[in-house]
């Protein structure tokens, strides 16, 4: 039986590693930016005229905000997936039971006319739900129609076993494609940013540069830069 997603951050791989949903890059950027941040507020003579300290930092803490919700959102995200499949497993074995009442009640060379009308169709020599999310979905509509119609409402595998299945999965696809949807978005938002964000980095490295001609290494040590590009 499937359980319940729970909204923990981050996910683990079989090894106990923590896997990242954002690259080790864009974090390590945010993390010098606050720095380089700090150094600026501090250096009295610097100024770009394009974009003041202020606006900087801000632009700081939004971009490493966006990495924060990117992460969330991204780690729950194999959650629902997993939740999926566990709902397909169960949806391609429980159909067995379907076809089974329908043997019953027309005989096994006159259940197949009525598959259809459970959202049940030919896969090679075999018989199926659909695998596609979307056309899935509308199976099991079908499904809830086809019970309704051939009176197996009551049945173990009637009305109430399938109204639940399909409740469940309505809401785990809503929520994959919400999940998708955000971190598409913020990711966007957050590349427009980090151009921003590595224009200021490299215009302060040429200033020290500039305003420090045979120290610039030690300066741009001491204001945590790593390289001097980016």
């Known amino acids: ?31 010098l930016c606050q720095l380089v941040g700090q150094n600026w507020k501090k250096c009295k ?45 169960k949806i391609d074995n429980s159909i067995e039971y379907i076809k089974a009442y329908l043997i019953n009640k027309y005989s096994k060379t006159e259940a197949h006319a009525y598959y259809e009308a459970f959202g049940i169709i030919r896969h090679g020599n075999g018989f199926i739900i659909p695998k596609h999310r979307n056309t899935r979905q509308e199976s099991l509509a079908q499904m809830l129609k086809g019970i309704a119609v051939e009176g197996f409402t009551k049945n173990a595998y009637g009305q109430a076993f399938w109204a639940d299945v399909k409740n469940k999965f309505d809401g785990y696809v809503a929520q994959a494609k919400q999940m998708d949807s955000g971190v598409s978005e913020k990711t966007g938002n957050k590349n427009v940013l980090k151009k921003d964000l590595q224009r200021v980095l490299n215009a302060i490295i040429m200033m020290l540069k500039a305003n420090h001609p045979f120290t610039w290494k030690t300066e741009l040590r001491n204001w945590s830069f790593q390289k001097e590009k980016y």
């Open 1 to 31: 039986m499937e359980q319940e997603p729970t909204n923990v951050p981050g996910t683990t791989g079989h090894t106990g590693k923590k896997k990242l949903n954002v690259p080790r890059a864009d974090i390590d950027l945010g993390s």
């Open 45 to 89: 003579w610097m100024t770009l005229q394009w974009m003041s300290v202020d606006e900087f930092t801000n632009s700081v803490a939004i971009y490493n905000g966006l990495l924060t919700d990117k992460t969330v959102q991204g780690s729950t995200r194999p959650q629902i997936t997993r939740y999926l499949h566990q709902l397909d497993k």
